[in-house]
């Protein structure tokens, strides 16, 4: 696609003289080069591509994306100074309390230590926009349509600072090089201000963005009017959520002047706000098609049952093109890279390739358990699940053939789960449909317990040190075996499924109890795993069958609704952040099984392999000592 090439070839363009790590808004003296940049159409065109640079590249690489790392659903562990070792970002690190102020992980606010230099991405729209004007063959529309996106991705990379920050120093406009020293070192607005800005260019991005991207070869990724409204409705839940909204762990958090960066109280109007955001971004994506996605894949599929039909169908909904896929929102413009990580090993062949393709990407048992039981309901809820012994073995029959291979022993935990369970987490006895499999009869099944299992331990890097993979983000397509073909998809943003939730988790928090129109959000999700309704499975399975009616428990069934449907995908980790969550998951053990021992009986015998390290502090990212010193206005975030 013409947009994705120009994006990779402007790189060198994109960071030409933007160098800035003492001051954040200071405008290079390179008059000759903007004068070029901004001739004609085509090169200014060229600098548009420029600033969806870092957009992009904040969007594809998960292991910098601390909503992917930080987020418990995925293990990696400490490979440093090994040969095979591809992954260099510290973002995975983050879970085991690495974080400092005087060299911070994933540091975005300077640019360092495996983060983007944002800041230098906000004074490349400045510059686009104050230069609009200077191409003389630009038509209106372009022209109004280009300042709407450059408006968009401005928003957006303050949205990005404000996640991991919280208060933050808004670049409005760039000044100029020659200024007083003076205006270059500006102090944090607050948190309100922050948001209030992000809104106010979404707002005015918004009614120029296209509805739809009609030339898709050239065009495809750029951002749409529904993208635009489904981030603000991202912004304007966050801005209402907990860790934003009268939090009182930042009550006392002013600047120098002794202004309070964080509200003192809490708004519940900021919800109302929000859930009109959402309602009005789901009737926008949905008047152009958007819609759930419930295609059963095609492509080499040939005899399978239904109940395997409908795991595919899930699988496809994070995996299918996103041109032919309804209900994505917002993606990656890059393939995701990492599926020799997410896919075990399932034949012999397979494990000729074990450094290159490590297969080590582990799930926790605490994310394998999130997952509901096939009666819609949590397995510590549901009074008809045995969950005192879900670790002890249980052998596979016909009856479960389509989720777990028939004769094999696996954990009794593994029965009787919902549908999302079975399309997301790979485990040791699961059915893994694809690989070059065609039917169901001849399916590849996972068998991970020892060192002599083809998906068991290989060596200290090509080992899942807790026994379950996050299937979701292998293709069925792609083949890991005697030779190894991935079949690419792009990393989902933002899932029209997660903006219903998103829409019921606002306006449940916007009433003082629960409406019609808020089970009606989550039932749609649920209905397309094949679940009941929520009110329905709590009444008929549930120990707490009343919980659906009441507000607060009401929210707890909506946060863990999310964390299944959209797990793996990079946005639990926010979520819990902004939930003030994220301490809670994080304040147990992780842990896996015994993935050494090659029978079930000790195999299923849970092990710590992992004990997080995050408090308080860890809400907010620090911001690098030596910037504070210099700009002598900054204040350090609390608790650092």
Known sequence: MRFYHKLICLVLLCVTGMSCKKYLDVVPNNVGTLDYAFSNRNEAENYLYGCYNTYQSLCRDVVSNPGFTLSAEVIYPNFEGNPFNKITSPGFSLVRGVQNVSQPALDYWSGTNGGQAIYVAIRRCNIMLENIDKPIDLTATEKKRWIAEVKFLKAYYHYYLMRLYGPIVLIKQNRPVDGPIADTKVARSTVDECFAYVEELLTEAIPDLP?????????????????????????????????????????????????????????????????????????????????????????????????????????????????????????????????????????????????????????????????????????????????????????????TKSYIKSGYETAKGHFDRELRFYASVGFDGGIWFGNGKRNESDAFYVQA????????????????????????????????????????????????????????????????????????????????????????????????????????????????????????????????????????????PLQGWNVQEGNAVDYYRPQTVLIPVFGVKDYLWPIRNTDVVINENLVQNPFW
Request: net charge neutral; hydrophobic share 40%; charged share 25%.
């Open 211 to 399: 509805p739809t991207i009609e030339n898709r070869i050239n065009e495809f990724g750029r951002v749409t009017k529904s993208i635009g409204m489904a981030v603000k409705a991202e912004v304007l839940t966050t801005a209402a959520s907990p860790l934003f909204n009268g939090n009182p762990d930042y009550a006392s958090f002013r600047d120098k002047s002794g202004k309070a960066l964080f509200p003192a109280t809490y708004d519940q109007q900021k919800w109302v706000k929000a859930a009109t955001a959402c309602k009005e971004a789901i009737l926008e994506f949905e008047s152009h098609g958007g819609r759930l996605y419930t295609a059963v894949p095609s492509d080499q599929v040939e005899n399978v049952s239904n109940e395997l039909k409908n795991v595919l169908t899930l699988q496809a909904a994070v995996t299918q093109r996103w041109e032919e896929n309804p209900e994505l929102i917002m993606a990656s413009q890059y393939a995701f890279e990492f599926q020799g990580y997410v896919i075990p090993k399932l034949s012999s062949k397979a494990i000729a390739f074990s450094n290159e393709h490590p297969s080590n990407f582990a799930v926790p048992i605490s994310t394998a358990e999130l997952f509901y039981t096939k009666n819609g309901v949590p397995i510590t809820e549901d009074k008809t699940w045995d969950y005192a012994n879900r670790n002890t073995p249980q052998v596979g029959t016909d009856a």
């Open 449 to 588: 317990r020892g060192p002599f299992a083809f998906a068991g331990p290989k060596s200290v890097f090509a080992t899942n040190v807790t026994g379950y993979w996050p299937k979701k983000l292998g293709n069925y397509l792609s083949v890991l075996d005697e030779s190894v073909v991935y079949q690419p998809f792009r990393m989902p943003l933002i899932r029209l499924s997660g903006l219903y939730l998103l829409y019921a988790e606002a306006l449940n928090e916007s009433l003082s109890a629960p409406s019609e129109e808020v089970y009606t959000y989550i039932d749609k999700v649920r209905q397309r795993a094949k679940l009941p309704g929520v009110r329905e499975a709590w009444a008929a399975y549930a120990k707490n069958p009343n919980d659906p009616a009441d507000k607060n428990k009401l929210r707890a069934i909506i946060h863990q609704e999310r964390r299944i449907e959209l797990c793996f995908e990079g946005q639990i980790g926010w979520d819990l952040r902004r939930w003030k969550e994220l301490q809670g998951v994080l304040s147990r």
